[in-house]
């Protein structure tokens, strides 16, 4: 089956704000629909919440030229033909790699996961927080959380080691024992602050210790995870993806591999760093914190793969859900279950699309700069 267009939409920003560290500047988010169109009528979607309008505008010709009157399933060689063999991903490029997997899965009236071959079929997710400015609102969402099912909390920090510290034993002592615990710094702190951050992490059975140093501090991240029990989990804004990821794993590094795959290249890099990192007894917990799209696509190969312990949603519930008719919810249990419907198994809401809608972005005739 052929591809027949490619089209994207400027959806309006998010009412809310966000950030993810005190230091950070607070700021709403905008998003872009893409559509992939095959010429038996089915449409693949992606929301992204990293690509820019401009940006995506610009890249259109390209991509048109890339894809359409192409067999649906050249999805490899599409994949690396747009970003330059995965040296040269951007958000664009993976925003249409998996719309396009969510175009063959609902081809084949299948979910994706199925298609890349099923481990699982469920999958224990943790919520994953916002920055808030009280120690007090951490713990009340932590307990509306555990209200809801989930038995995992991460969470993103102040981004100060003393005041993550009291941040974390406050939290430790409001939920007990019913939940593992995750710190997420976003490469906030230097040596010695994460060194005394995760010495106090291991002393209260925190589950992993994500970004405490910049992702570039090579030699820092090694020796954190050499000096600490709880895992350490990096690697999240190395952007250039898969090309990069063997430096932090062939000398232990890290732990665990954090990765976007809605910057890296979609599904097809996704699939490619799992497979690294098993051959390496990495675990590949990528990052898939975003729309429920990019939640989806994340989860998609999370359920076909091994080394792969959670899925991350946003919270508070539905923050960056806008538009769909179903998402991704956490069960009782604190798992979230296999979409049944095919492709990514989450539909867009055409009507609430329509609504949200800014302005369709243009195709133009004419050459971009960024390839031709």
Known sequence: MKITDVRAQQLKSTDMEFKYTEAWTPSQVGMILFRVTGEDG?????????????????LLPRIRRALVGRDIHDVEAISLELTGRLSAPNAVYSAIDIALWDLIGKHHETPVY??????????????????????????DLALECRAEGFDAYKLHPFGVPDKDIALCRAVREA????????????????????MKVGRVLDELDFYWFEAPIPDTDIQGLAELTSKLDLPV?????????????????????????????????????MRKAAALCEAYGVKYEPHSYGTTSIQAAHFAVMLSIHNCDFL?????????????KNTLRVEKDGTVAAPTLPGLGYEIDEDEMDNLTVRELAVSSGNTLHGL
């Open 312 to 324: 991350e949603l946003p919270v508070p519930t539905g923050i960056l859900d806008h538009g769909m």
């Open 233 to 269: 989990a990096a690697a999240e804004s190395v952007s250039g993806g898969l090309l990069q990821y063997p430096q932090y794993l062939s000398t232990h590094v890290l732990d665990s591999l954090r990765g976007v795959g809605d910057w890296v290249g979609g599904i097809s890099a």
């Open 175 to 194: 939920v007990g024992d019913t939940m593992d615990l995750m710190l997420d710094p976003v490469n906030a702190y230097d040596r010695q602050g994460a």
């Open 114 to 139: 199925q298609l890349l071959g099923a481990a699982r079929h469920e999958l224990r997710a943790y919520a994953s927080t916002v920055y808030y400015p009280t120690i007090q609102e951490y713990i």
């Open 42 to 58: 089915h449409e693949g979607h992606c929301v992204t919440w990293l690509a820019a309008a401009g940006q995506t505008e610009d």
